[in-house]
């Protein structure tokens, strides 16, 4: 069973496969193949239209089938590995063990944002931006830019205490806990840390990051504490609503998972802490 | 989409704009000191050179403006809004939210008061480089 763990806990061992795992997916063509996905969707969903992996109830579960299937082709590769989750309450800065040259890299340098050191460096040659928007090809990050600060626990826990799931309009301009965690309303979690970060992760083609999925895995993991306290709440809207997905339609790209399929992630793998 | 239910579908969420915009609740709002323009306005064209590049706005055709496909699970138009934007003559995706703000491809987890704010953001992002189609090979 694949248990996902926080990523500060991991061992050296277990980083060390984590990005031989991912430098693999990249070298036989995989990887950008989810970033090819992940920007079509984003460029695709919109307020007004149809919209299913951002901005839209089913946000959370996309991402949940998403980072199943990625995790999958990490698996194929080496059976040991699981996504780790990035907790970036507690782990809050630059300086984090996240950012160290034997796991993620650091910063971008000041002059172009240019990531400098670990295994995803472009002078490190296994990590071409081959998926984007300019004509830049190396990664780049600008942690904590102009003093952004990532969201605090206090924050957090505000919007595991909404109850209601979503709410019309189904969109970023919605109440409800999803879009609060999406982040296009109210403290903003998930979209905050995108900006956080920078780079290519603050854009459309965010997965050349590899912290783009353990940022996605945290989110999916407070969606699971979410559940847990609120147990007579579920997934909205049930039924009938246009652009949507509703409980029991499928989503694209897949066509064969629903969000109600996605509700349970113990089906498909386990938190290292209680979720 | 008819304009009309656009405009009808945005006033709805005029509240909740205003409410986002009083709340301020990013530092980038206070930083960009932006302010949520009334949902229903359309966006003003503009033409200029900001930090040595062209950026230009415009209302565009409502569909196909995209051309290409190459963001693969197109809906072709729609999501621009209408509205067109460009550096250097290169296109920069841009979508309008619900609430009025905008973002762009670059820019995509961050939201701007107007297409121009948006042009900027998008500049100051790119540090001279050059936008290009979706590269996927």
């Known amino acids: 069973m694949t248990v996902r763990k926080n990523q500060a806990q991991l061992t050296a061992t277990e980083k060390r496969r984590f990005v031989d795992a ?23 969903d919109t307020d007004n239209g149809e919209r299913v992996g951002h901005r839209s109830p089913s946000f959370l579960p996309w991402h949940r089938r998403f980072l199943i299937q990625f995790e999958q082709q990490l698996q194929a590769v080496d059976p040991s590995v699981a996504l780790p989750y990035w907790d970036w309450t507690a782990d809050r800065t630059a300086a984090s063990s996240l950012w160290a040259a034997d796991f993620l890299g ?37 942690l904590g830019a102009g003093g952004r600060q990532l969201p605090t626990r206090a924050e957090v826990d505000s919007v595991l205490a909404m109850a209601t799931y979503d709410a019309p309009p189904w969109n970023s301009a919605s109440d409800g806990f999803r879009n609060h965690l999406e982040g ?14 920078g780079g290519q992760m603050a854009t459309g083609v965010s997965p050349n990051d590899p912290v783009f999925w353990m940022h996605h895995a945290f989110i999916d ?7 847990t306290r609120h147990p007579d709440s579920t997934y909205l809207p049930a039924a009938g609503t246009r652009n949507v997905v509703d409980l029991r339609e499928t989503m694209r790209p897949w066509n064969d998972v629903t969000p109600a399929d996605m509700l349970d992630h113990t089906r498909h793998y386990t938190f290292d802490t209680a979720a | 989409m008819p304009e009309l239910t656009r405009r009808r ?44 590049r062209r950026i230009q706005g415009a209302p565009s055709e409502a569909s196909g403006h995209h051309g290409g496909g190459h963001h693969g699970g197109g809906h072709g138009g729609g999501h621009g ?57």
């Not at chain 1, 309303?185 to 956080?196: K, P, Q, S």
């Open chain 1, 221 to 227: 993991k407070l969606w699971a504490e979410w559940q």
């Open chain 1, 22 to 44: 991912l430098l693999e997916l990249k070298r036989n063509g995989q990887y950008d193949t989810f970033v090819t996905t992940h920007n079509a969707f984003i460029m695709g």
């Open chain 2, 81 to 137: 809004g209408g509205f067109a934007v460009h550096i250097d003559g290169k296109e920069l995706h841009v979508m309008r939210n619900a609430d009025g703000t905008w973002i762009s491809v670059v820019n995509h987890y961050e939201t701007f008061a107007t297409p121009r704010a948006v042009a900027r953001a998008a500049v100051a992002e790119l540090q001279g480089a050059a936008l290009v189609p979706l590269v996927t090979t």
């Open chain 2, 9 to 52: 579908a945005l006033g709805a969420v005029a509240g909740a704009a205003a409410a986002v915009a009083v709340a301020g609740t990013t530092a980038a709002a206070a930083r960009t000191g932006r302010t949520v323009s009334a949902p229903s306005a359309e966006p003003a064209s503009f033409d200029e050179v900001f930090q040595g």
């Open chain 1, 184 to 197: 296009w309303r109210g403290v903003n979690l998930h979209n905050r840390v995108h900006v956080w970060v």
């Open chain 1, 106 to 142: 650091g910063t971008g340098r000041s002059r172009d944002g240019r990531v400098t050191d670990g295994p995803f460096a472009f002078a490190a040659g296994k990590w071409p931006v081959s998926i984007r928007v300019d004509g830049r090809d190396y990664l780049r990050r600008d």
